[in-house]
């Protein structure tokens, strides 16, 4: 089945492009991989804030990560035209805003990385790192990278 019609399916409509906050570009492609700068979590078009263990939980976590999926597939699309062309999800790093004593970053990442593999099944399996931070941009709740081999 297509990339397409899995986010069909799954009822997920791709974002364009965001605008970068600082002095970076969205994405590079060097040979066969698009590195995709990290993307801050948003709800309702604003950044999604908190700090997880503290105001907010693993589950509201998840579905933040869940959402920069799908803002990182919009940034991937932008950089290969079609998302078909994704040979392999290859990596994700992931930075969660979080208390000191949270220790469940990596159940957080689990929605970009579920998704990730709902999407483009064996082509989504991927490498992954998952750290606690004191803070991220906009006092977003979690941020996530990506790197994906194309055709």
Known sequence: MSVYNQLKALHIELPPVATP???YVPFVRTGNLVFVSGHIARK???PWVGQL???IGTEE???AAR???IDLM???QAAVGDLNKVKRIVKLMSLVNSAPTFTEQ??????????FSQV????GAHARSAFGVAQIPMGSCVEIELIAEVE
């Open 53 to 55: 263990g503290k105001e």
């Open 106 to 115: 990596h159940l957080v990442t689990n929605g970009a990385s579920e998704l």
């Open 21 to 23: 906050a600082a002095a």
């Open 44 to 46: 309702d078009g604003k």
């Open 120 to 123: 483009f099944g064996d082509k």
């Open 67 to 69: 959402a920069i999926a």
């Open 61 to 63: 976590g998840k579905a």
């Open 74 to 76: 919009g940034t991937l």
